[in-house]
């Protein structure tokens, strides 16, 4: 679940409770699949992560991907970003 739909100011909240995420890489790419942001994640679950992207990306759809470490999606959504 992402909180602060649209996202505004680069910044929202991932909350997907029970996942597993030590090792996990967030992903955020644009509409043409390029890299905007990247983390590392570190801990054992992920609750109510607040997440800060950089660089501010133009205006538009994004899709975040959280991978484990073996590059396995674990969770695909996508964000409109103000």
Known sequence: MIFKRPVRN???ILDASGL???GCLLEITDAGGHRVFQQV???SRLS???VSIQGRPPAGVYTI?????NGTG???KNILLE
Do not use: C
Not at 65 to 69: A, G, Q, T, V
């Open 48 to 50: 109510h992560l607040p």
């Open 65 to 69: 991907r959280l991978l484990d470490k």
């Open 41 to 43: 994640l570190q801990g």
């Open 10 to 12: 680069q910044q929202f």
């Open 74 to 76: 674990l969770l695909v």
């Open 20 to 22: 597993p995420i030590a």
